[in-house]
């Protein structure tokens, strides 16, 4: 069996478009979404009236309103995004449980629409195309303890790169490419972390060490000083958007919006 390549890339000059430019059409494209929870908290109790009893029964089951509310936020958007590209109201999306707790869109998909939702205190990433995709996206805690989980979970080039400065900052660039690919193989984080290559540039890894046989592209970007995230994609994607979720409150562009 051949070598598997991964390309890892870190974006500098990125362009949020506000959503009502979206055009939901996804041919081999890669659209990246950003959510702000406190932005669109005013919208929860529209959120709500989205969700799926299943949804509903689980928001309730966090005791801290805050979750309860980033959650809502942020399966009522998934819901109101993926309704767009489907066309679909929002409520009648339907959704399974794939391997390793995956989700997918189960029926009424003739785009084989695929996505991957991360969220982290007040952001949410939802990354959206016809191929497997990974997201993940993290705080920059700065008091974060990393050099606890080093030696675990990278390699000693790794550790050096991470050492070397900028620490936490590197730190959470590494870590949101081995969580975003694994998250779009189905792997999850039982496997060996270092033998997954996150280092800019391209890299051979040996058949067996994800869970794929495929060739991948690391994408990663900072959404402002506090976030940083990763996506893991197909390497053919034609296009890369990033579109604005933040200030929906009139909800031009969605056809569907609160029903």
Request: hydrophobic content about 40%; aromatic content about 12%.
């Amino acid at each position: 069996m051949r070598s598997i390549t991964v390309v890892n890339q870190y974006l500098t000059d990125i362009t949020w478009h506000k959503a009502a430019t979206c055009t939901f059409g996804i041919s081999n494209n890669l659209d990246i979404w950003k959510i702000g929870v406190s932005s669109n908290m005013s919208l929860t109790d529209d959120f709500l009236t989205m969700l799926a009893p299943d949804e509903i029964a689980r928001a309730s089951r966090f005791y801290q309103l805050k979750d309860r509310n980033r959650f809502i936020i942020s399966r009522g958007a998934l819901r109101l995004i993926l309704g767009e590209y489907l066309n679909q109201s929002p409520s009648n999306v339907e959704f399974g449980v794939g391997e390793n707790s995956k989700p997918y869109i189960k029926s009424g998909n003739p785009l084989n629409l695929q996505y991957n939702l991360s969220h982290s205190g007040d952001a949410i990433l939802l990354a959206v195309s016809n191929s497997a995709i990974g997201a993940d996206i993290e705080f920059i805690n700065r008091s974060f303890g990393f050099n606890e989980v080093l030696d675990d979970n990278f390699s000693v080039a790794e550790i050096n790169y991470i050492k070397e400065e900028n620490s936490i900052d590197r730190f959470f660039r590494l870590w949101t490419r081995k969580e975003a690919l694994t998250k779009a193989t189905a792997q999850g984080l039982d496997g060996d972390l270092r033998l997954i290559p996150v280092l800019d540039g391209t890299h051979l890894i040996q058949p067996g060490i994800i869970a794929s046989n495929a060739n991948w592209l690391i994408k990663t970007f900072a959404l402002n000083n506090q976030y940083t995230a990763s996506i893991a994609s197909a390497p053919f994607v034609n296009e890369i958007s990033f579109w604005d979720l933040d200030v929906i409150s009139n909800l031009n562009g969605f056809r569907f919006q609160f029903k």
